[in-house]
Each structure stands twice: as structure tokens, then as C-alpha cells.
């Protein structure tokens, strides 16, 4: 089952605005299960699984780490362990699980955006009415990122064959290096927006008011409800936090 794009986005401002609302461990733990199971159910389960495998084994430093900051430096709540001025309560674990499920949540809802198409989110903003230079605007960054990551991943594989390996390289030396390779990386990527924008001013971007797309991305019944749900649920949820 292929789900409309529009759904996915409606999704995602549901499950952000419930991760804000909500300092809740059990609420996070649904948030990133509901979104697992959205990429499970999505048609490049294989690719983004193997994707994410490879990303969670790079920031699982970064999520050991957070969790430590966030037991250190919260010292409210009952007292757990005590080494010194170093104390273990419920507030500060409770508070570093919720940052590293919010953290893994934003991946996998990362995950799903990027999953699809450059002209999928063209069709989906020109479905809800939006002018056509916001549209191509907001797809141009989010297709960015992936594009970035993509030549980020080139120059890593340029080293490997110089004999340069990543995991063999100290904390501060895998700092150094990825320091070094933003600036090739963003250049490149510069290159790839002045191409870009020449195409455009060629094809007379901004010409015609009206434009014409080969495709339409119709919503299927299931689409339907599923964002008819989704609102209701994010009024009932807003409504009930205002109130």
C-alpha cells in the first residue's frame, strides 16, 4: 500500500505536535513505533531500513551521550544514586529517554520525507494550493539533503580507496575530517543550485501564472480517512491542551 505524500505530511504534523505536547516516555516509545511502522509499510522498506540501520549505528555515541547529559544535569526528582555531586533521579532519566525516543523520531520521520521524489512534493503543495514558487522552494531544500548526503558519501568512499577508514580514526581525528569535507561538499552542491537555476531561467520559470504536470497523485479512499482521522485527533489534542 503506497501512501499519498499529503497523507505522510498530514501524519508528520500530527506526530511532531503530539511529541511537543506530550513529556511522556510511553508517548515518545508510540511515536517511534507508529513511525516504524509507517516505514515498514512504505515502498522502499528495504532501502530506508538498511539506511537507518547504518545511521542509528553511527549516532548511537550521540544518543549514549545525550542520555548522560540529561541524568547529570538534572538533579530534581528522587534520588536514584549518589557518587558525589553526580546524582541519578527519576526526572533526569526520564528526561534523557524522552530527548533520545524525540531524537530517534525526527530520523525515522527524516527517513520518510526523504524517501520520495522530487516532483511528489510539487504535485502534493499544487494539490493544497500553494503558489508554485513556495512549492518548488521547499522541495529544493528537503531534495537537498539527501543530494548532500549522496556526495558526502562519495567523498567517504574516495577515502576508503586512499586507505583513509573512518573507524579506525580517534573522536577528534573523525571531527577534523568531516570538517574538512563540508566545504567540497557545499561547493558542489553550490555548483548544483547555479546549474539549477540556469535550467530554470531557460525553461521561463515564473513565465506562466498556470502550469501543467504529467502526473496527478490522486488520494485513494484510505487517504481519505486516515487524514480525516489525523485532523480530528489533532484538534481534539490541541483543543484539550488550550483548554
Known amino acids: 500500500m503506497k501512501i499519498n505524500l499529503r497523507t505522510i505530511l498530514i501524519i508528520i504534523i500530527l506526530l511532531t505536535t503530539i511529541s511537543l505536547l506530550f513529556q511522556q516516555v510511553l508517548v515518545q516509545l508510540y511515536l517511534v513505533l507508529i513511525s516504524l511502522g509507517l516505514i515498514l509499510l512504505s515502498s522502499h522498506r528495504k532501502k530506508n531500513m538498511k539506511s537507518l540501520q547504518q545511521r542509528f549505528q ?28 553526580v546524582k541519578i533521579t527519576d526526572q533526569g532519566v526520564n528526561y534523557g529517554l524522552i530527548s533520545t525516543l524525540r531524537i530517534t523520531l525526527i530520523i525515522l520521520l527524516a527517513a520518510l520525507l526523504f524517501q520520495r521524489p522530487f516532483y511528489d512534493y510539487l504535485l502534493a503543495f499544487h494539490s493544497w494550493h ?27 568512499e574516495n577515502l576508503y580507496l586512499r586507505g583513509i577508514y573512518f573507524r579506525k580514526l580517534t573522536l577528534f581525528q573523525r571531527f577534523r575530517t568531516v570538517s574538512q569535507l563540508i566545504f567540497p561538499v557545499l561547493s558542489r552542491a553550490l555548483l548544483q543550485v ?43 489534542i490541541v483543543k484539550g491542551q488550550i483548554l
Open 130 to 156: 500553494f503558489p508554485y514558487e513556495i512549492s518548488f522552494l521547499i522541495a529544493s531544500v528537503i531534495n537537498f539533503i539527501p543530494t548532500y548526503r549522496s556526495q558526502f558519501l562519495t567523498i567517504k
Open 194 to 236: 547555479k546549474d539549477r537555476a540556469i535550467a530554470l531561467e531557460l525553461r521561463g520559470f515564473r513565465l506562466y501564472k498556470n502550469r501543467t504536470f504529467i502526473y496527478e497523485h490522486k488520494l485513494a479512499v484510505w487517504d481519505w480517512l486516515i487524514q480525516l482521522f489525523c485532523l480530528l485527533l489533532l484538534v481534539f
Open 58 to 85: 553511527g549516532l548511537i555515541k550521540l544518543f549514549v551521550i545525550l542520555f548522560l547529559m540529561q541524568i547529570i544535569f538534572r538533579n530534581e526528582g528522587n534520588v536514584y544514586m549518589e557518587w558525589g555531586i
